[in-house]
């Protein structure tokens, strides 16, 4: 039986014990998860030792399918391997391998396939699937290397680490990226918690947190919020003003009156604080603008003040428009781009702050580990983009036209405030203290962020 053979290799700065570790640690595979094309993990019996299965669910066009894989060849710092028990290949074996090479070591994954259907699956699928491969493991070897750099370069004590709207876009990369990298993290959630799987419940309407528990964290990172899309009733602005208000001020006060205070709260905040600014080039020293989003952002980081007036260095990030299919503003814009109804929205020469999502949670790390980050903290990347730019290079990433612009009239027809405060509004915001601080941006520029995050 023959079968094809894929392969891709990477050098990783670090020797291969501690590659093979990062492999081994919870959260790795949901780093090493595309963006583009996830697959949903549903069933999990161990890690990648020999015997540990996984099941996961992924998407075959528009059909979810089921794939089974055990781990086998598990040999601490040299390789494991993955089999596929059931699911949508006629074989699938996958060996990852490590090889150390003069104090950094070599990353080989060697993949042994077969297409269903014989012949004819081969002919119509195998150019597709060694396509997909390709983006798949270069990828994979972009977050790994990155990954392992980030780890060199911080404090190697273990921390405890408690995040809020670990369910979020944001929360969703951040949380595998910290434990992947050996940290501890516990989700504080608004159901029911399960301490076995390092929850705690809290919920800032009601008051209720979990005080005692919530002493254990060394670094505290708040992502909690409404999520602000959809047309601005006063319904939905009360809820987006309020869930980030009282959420912040509940664990800034909480925090403040612990026996045991965590050494840094992370806070988020948006680049909407500036509001609609024209050209002008916007740092952290800037005045604040105005109009709803501006009025909310102010609000947002003064609740922290119980934290900060406790000795808490606290560090609020203002983070522009997160670049990720898994959400938010790009994800949304992807369908029509995609059918070749992508366009300028207004004039085109509104100044968008994006920020690939690799460089927020990268911006995160940042702040907890660094000592003399604190206060405002903007995370855009160091050159921002006109609309018009946003547009071309995203139309250009998708080989699609974009020649259907979306006057302003319409926009605000369609979404009524939102479009004005989100999408007609130009914020030139200046990532200048990330880069006082020495953060380095795996993606500072547009195009190969968004061929990153898209897999092209």
């Not at 994954?109 to 699956?121: A, V």
């Not at 301490?195 to 002493?215: F, L, Q, S």
């Not at 609740?303 to 938010?328: F, M, Q, S, Y």
């Not at 911006?363 to 907890?368: D, E, K, L, V």
Request: hydrophobic share 40%; proline share 6%; charged share 20%.
């Amino acid at each position: 039986m023959s079968f094809e053979i894929f392969t891709y290799k990477s050098r990783l700065p670090v020797p291969a014990n501690t590659a093979f570790a990062w492999h081994a640690r919870p959260g790795a595979f949901e780093r090493l998860n595309p963006p583009w094309d996830p697959a949903r993990i549903v069933e999990k019996s161990g890690g990648i030792e020999n015997g540990s299965r996984v099941t996961l669910e992924l998407k075959m066009g528009p059909l979810p399918v089921r794939w089974v894989a055990e781990h086998s060849d598990y040999t601490p710092g040299t390789r494991f391997k993955d089999t596929q028990l059931s699911g949508p290949f006629a074989h699938w074996e996958h060996t990852h391998q490590f090889t150390d090479n003069g104090g950094n070591c070599i990353l080989e994954d060697r993949i042994e396939y077969k297409l269903p259907f014989g012949f004819l699956g081969k002919l119509f699928g195998g150019p597709m699937i060694r396509a997909k491969l390709e983006n798949m493991f270069g990828y994979r070897h972009r977050i790994t290397q990155a990954d392992l750099s980030a780890a060199q370069t911080r404090k190697a004590d273990p921390m405890n680490i408690l995040v809020t709207g670990a369910n979020g876009v944001v929360g969703t990369a951040l949380a595998p990226f910290l434990t992947s990298g050996g940290l501890n993290v516990y989700r504080m959630v608004r159901r029911k918690s399960n301490p076995a799987n390092n929850e705690m419940e809290w919920n800032p309407e009601t008051g209720v947190i979990d005080r005692v528990r919530i002493e254990s964290a060394d670094a505290v990172v708040h992502l909690a919020g409404e999520n602000i899309a959809g047309r601005w009733s006063k319904a939905k602005k009360a809820a987006i003003r309020d869930s980030r208000i009282k959420g912040t001020r509940l664990l800034a006060e909480t925090l403040a009156r612990g026996l045991k205070r965590p050494k840094v709260l992370v806070s988020a905040s948006a680049i909407g604080y500036y509001g609609d600014r024209g050209d002008v080039v916007l740092d952290e020293s800037s005045a604040p603008g105005s109009g709803f989003l501006a009025d909310v952002c102010k609000e947002w980081e003064d609740a922290t003040k119980p934290a900060r007036e406790a000795g808490i260095r606290v560090v609020n990030l203002r983070i522009g428009v997160v670049l990720t299919p898994a959400g938010g503003a790009l994800a949304k814009m992807l369908t029509p781009f995609k059918l070749g109804a992508g366009g300028i929205m207004g004039s085109g020469k509104q100044f968008w702050s994006w920020v690939a999502i690799d460089d927020v949670i990268g911006a995160i790390s940042h702040a907890i580990f660094t000592d003399s980050l604190r206060g405002p903290v903007n995370v855009t990347a160091p050159g921002a983009s006109t609309n018009y730019e946003f547009t071309k290079a995203l139309g250009k990433v998708l080989s699609r036209p974009t020649i259907f612009p979306m006057p302003a009239f319409a926009a605000r027809l369609a979404l009524g405030e939102m479009a004005d405060a989100l999408l007609l509004s130009s914020a030139r915001v200046a990532p200048k203290r990330l880069i006082e601080t020495g953060y380095a941006f795996r993606y500072p520029q547009l195009e190969s962020a968004l061929r990153h995050v898209l897999g092209k």
